[in-house]
């Protein structure tokens, strides 16, 4: 028998098999592909199914990260890929390509259309449209609803504190995972597990100069940060614990600024009231995107359509940070045609603010208060579009703000995203003293499918940027931390972390900027994995816990520190 007649008899026997899977109604048509790889709507009266974890990454997204570790191959197996910049095995392709004959040959010719397995699309069929609480579109332009309502967070504080599942844990010093670094003044304060680097040595000097005038007491200095970050900073564990011992030190100058809504589940800030109707319409530089590309300093952008939508921010409760404020800051676009908002403060009408302007530009809107707990709500006024941002809340006292800007499923390139000039005037526009970039998580379960030489180059362009609009600033890199793996073979953790923060490190003592070492300062290579079992890093493989959350935000806390006493001391 010839080797084509073998070949036909093997492929009309597995045709066959397949029309007769379908004719048993074990169909595998166009709509069961679609429904299989949708990704999960959120049923609002099923909360349990909610697409996202407890730190607002889709699990659609985790569940990709998992699969990643199989694509993920180590020098010796990337011989079989196609190429580095195609890395799909060449069997992979090969057995493709074969299904593809067997399935695609009915279709060649009429007669055997009996053998076809597939059906047509129906072209009555449409699309399901997003509910609110599913996930955001990544790959549009527009506007999507909000995942839900937001709710005050702060007692979220808590999760500091909260115990540990055992006492093991990689404690750069040896430790145990219940040890908690000592908190004390100036110079007998601890040493952190990791320094700060800073080859130049004066990478951070605008900051520690400030700091200075508000150890001082000096009247008007106020010490702000901008810390701009993926999902570890949208869960506000790692900066609150920071934010909480700067203020602690020098003083309480205000929380500083926040998103007018939770634009992904998860986004949260401790020692801060926010809250928030769930009828926003939000664009974000992670999709959807804005067609002008303006999203503010915290990359999303908030629409009002119609009267009664609403926004309120307040003093903290809780604990004895977040107390009082001096003023609300409004940061929001004017355009023609743009919507009234009311300004409401402690429950009375302060004014009504008009956002209609011929020109399009961002813009910000001051309320003073005398300093006290106050509480602010914004209110759309009208059914025209009212476009917001963010709300800065200021203390007029020598103090430390610090601002946690996380962009869930951020790659620091997509800060690039926004218009460059609109996203110049707001970072300038917060006044920051030090700005810090905290991206590599996302990167890291790239893999190779993002090379390292087009990460080094995205990198470098928003560090560019940043730089052009406060230069007069301290900069500094903070590296993602490990990120762990299933897989026993690679010692439970991502190789890829270890070139992320490599090149990270390279490109910070090339521009002059600082970097600290999550990665190291954690235990390096597999420590996640140790966290996780410790109670100090989440099941999901990279988010740390707030207890985890809470080292880490005392470690750099202390290596900030010490790089403080040092500046000190060299101008005695």
Same mark, same amino acid.
């Given at each position: 028998?010839?080797?084509?007649?073998?070949?036909?008899?093997?492929?009309?026997?597995?045709?066959?098999?397949?029309?007769?899977?379908?004719?048993?109604?074990?169909?595998?048509?166009?709509?069961?592909?679609?429904?299989?790889?949708?990704?999960? &709507?959120?049923?609002?009266?099923? *909360?349990?199914?909610?697409?996202?974890?407890?730190?607002?990454?889709?699990?659609?997204?985790?569940?990709?990260?998992?699969?990643?570790?199989?694509?993920?191959?180590?020098?010796?197996?990337?011989?079989?890929?196609?190429?580095? &910049?195609?890395? =799909?095995?060449?069997?992979?392709?090969?057995?493709?390509?074969?299904?593809?004959?067997?399935?695609?040959?009915?279709?060649?010719? *009429?007669?055997?259309?009996?053998?076809?397995?597939?059906?047509?699309?129906?072209?009555?069929?449409?699309?399901?449209?997003?509910?609110?609480?599913?996930?955001? *579109?990544?790959?549009?332009?527009?506007?999507?609803?909000?995942?839900?309502?937001?709710?005050?967070?702060?007692?979220?504080?808590?999760?500091?504190? @909260?115990?540990?599942?055992?006492?093991?844990?990689?404690?750069?010093?040896?430790? $145990?995972?219940?040890?908690?670094?000592?908190?004390?003044?100036?110079?007998?304060?601890?040493?952190?597990?990791?320094?700060?680097?800073?080859?130049?040595?004066?990478?951070?000097?605008?900051?520690?100069?400030?700091? =200075?005038?508000?150890?001082?007491?000096?009247?008007?200095? =106020?010490?702000?940060?901008?810390?701009?970050?993926? %999902?570890?900073?949208? %869960?506000?564990?790692?900066?609150?614990?920071? &934010?909480?011992?700067?203020?602690?030190?020098?003083?309480?100058?205000?929380?500083?600024?926040?998103?007018?809504?939770? @634009?992904?589940?998860?986004?949260?800030?401790?020692?801060? %009231?926010?809250? @928030?109707?769930?009828?926003?319409?939000?664009?974000?530089?992670?999709?959807?995107?804005?067609?002008?590309?303006?999203?503010?300093?915290?990359?999303?952008?908030?629409?009002?359509?119609?009267?009664?939508?609403?926004?309120?921010?307040?003093?903290?409760?809780?604990?004895?940070?977040?107390?009082?404020?001096?003023?609300?800051?409004?940061?929001?676009?004017?355009?023609?045609?743009?919507?009234?908002?009311?300004?409401?403060?402690?429950?009375?009408?302060?004014?009504?603010?008009?956002?209609?302007?011929?020109?399009?530009?961002?813009?910000?809107?001051?309320?003073?208060?005398?300093?006290? *707990?106050?509480?602010?709500?914004?209110?759309?006024?009208?059914?025209?579009?009212?476009?917001?941002?963010?709300?800065? !809340?200021?203390?007029?006292?020598?103090?430390?703000?610090? %601002?946690?800007?996380?962009?869930?499923?951020?790659?620091?390139?997509?800060?690039?995203?926004?218009?460059?000039?609109?996203?110049?005037?707001?970072?300038?526009?917060?006044?920051?003293?030090?700005?810090?970039?905290?991206?590599?998580?996302?990167?890291?379960?790239?893999?190779?499918?993002?090379?390292?030489?087009?990460?080094?180059?995205?990198?470098?362009?928003?560090?560019? $940027?940043?730089?052009?609009?406060?230069?007069?600033?301290?900069?500094?890199?903070?590296?993602?931390?490990?990120?762990?793996?299933?897989?026993?073979?690679?010692?439970?953790?991502?190789?890829?972390?270890?070139?992320?923060?490599?090149? $990270?490190?390279?490109?910070?003592?090339?521009?002059?900027?600082?970097?600290?070492?999550?990665?190291?300062?954690?235990?390096?290579?597999?420590? !996640?994995?140790?966290?996780?079992?410790?109670?100090?890093?989440?099941?999901?493989?990279?988010?740390?816990?707030?207890?985890?959350?809470?080292?880490?935000?005392?470690?750099?806390?202390?290596?900030?520190?010490?790089?403080?006493?040092?500046?000190?001391?060299?101008? &005695?």
């Amino acid at each position: 028998m010839a080797t084509a007649e073998i070949v036909l008899i093997v492929a009309s026997v597995l045709i066959l098999a397949l029309r007769a899977a379908r004719l048993l109604g074990l169909r595998f048509d166009d709509k069961t592909a679609r429904t299989t790889f949708e990704e999960p &709507r959120l049923k609002l009266d099923a *909360p349990a199914k909610q697409p996202h974890d407890l730190f607002g990454e889709l699990q659609s997204t985790l569940e990709a990260d998992k699969d990643a570790d199989i694509r993920y191959l180590d020098a010796g197996e990337q011989d079989a890929q196609l190429s580095h &910049r195609i890395p =799909v095995a060449r069997k992979v392709l090969f057995t493709a390509g074969c299904i593809a004959l067997l399935v695609g040959l009915p279709y060649l010719h *009429p007669s055997l259309s009996w053998l076809q397995v597939l059906s047509a699309r129906d072209s009555s069929a449409t699309e399901a449209t997003p509910q609110a609480g599913g996930p955001l *579109p990544s790959a549009s332009v527009g506007e999507a609803k909000l995942p839900g309502a937001t709710y005050d967070q702060q007692s979220r504080a808590k999760d500091l504190d @909260a115990p540990t599942q055992d006492s093991r844990g990689p404690i750069a010093r040896g430790g $145990q995972a219940t040890d908690q670094p000592k908190i004390a003044a100036a110079v007998e304060e601890d040493k952190p597990p990791r320094a700060i680097d800073d080859p130049s040595g004066k990478a951070l000097d605008a900051l520690f100069a400030k700091l =200075v005038r508000v150890e001082n007491k000096e009247t008007g200095s =106020v010490a702000r940060i901008l810390y701009l970050g993926d %999902s570890i900073v949208a %869960s506000d564990f790692v900066t609150g614990k920071l &934010r909480r011992l700067l203020q602690t030190r020098f003083g309480d100058a205000g929380h500083g600024y926040a998103i007018v809504a939770n @634009a992904w589940p998860g986004w949260f800030h401790i020692d801060v %009231s926010r809250k @928030a109707s769930a009828e926003w319409r939000v664009s974000t530089c992670v999709g959807p995107y804005a067609k002008d590309g303006l999203y503010g300093l915290g990359c999303a952008s908030f629409t009002s359509y119609h009267k009664g939508i609403w926004s309120e921010f307040a003093t903290a409760d809780l604990d004895k940070w977040g107390r009082s404020v001096s003023r609300f800051e409004l940061e929001y676009l004017a355009h023609p045609g743009g919507g009234a908002v009311n300004l409401i403060i402690d429950g009375e009408q302060r004014e009504r603010l008009s956002t209609a302007d011929p020109d399009t530009k961002v813009s910000w809107h001051r309320v003073t208060v005398p300093d006290g *707990p106050h509480r602010l709500k914004i209110e759309a006024a009208d059914d025209k579009p009212l476009r917001v941002f963010g709300i800065r !809340m200021e203390r007029d006292v020598p103090g430390v703000t610090l %601002s946690a800007l996380g962009i869930t499923g951020a790659r620091a390139r997509f800060l690039d995203k926004q218009d460059d000039g609109h996203w110049a005037s707001v970072i300038a526009a917060a006044k920051p003293d030090l700005v810090c970039l905290a991206f590599g998580s996302n990167e890291i379960t790239d893999g190779n499918m993002y090379p390292m030489d087009k990460y080094r180059e995205s990198l470098s362009a928003v560090m560019t $940027q940043v730089e052009a609009a406060v230069p007069q600033a301290s900069l500094m890199l903070v590296g993602p931390p490990d990120m762990a793996s299933n897989n026993a073979a690679w010692g439970h953790s991502r190789s890829m972390g270890h070139y992320i923060v490599k090149n $990270q490190k390279e490109l910070a003592a090339e521009r002059g900027w600082a970097f600290w070492d999550q990665y190291r300062a954690m235990g390096g290579t597999g420590s !996640m994995w140790a966290w996780m079992q410790s109670g100090l890093g989440s099941k999901d493989l990279f988010h740390p816990t707030g207890t985890g959350g809470n080292l880490l935000g005392s470690w750099e806390y202390l290596a900030l520190m010490q790089a403080f006493e040092t500046y000190k001391a060299a101008r &005695r």
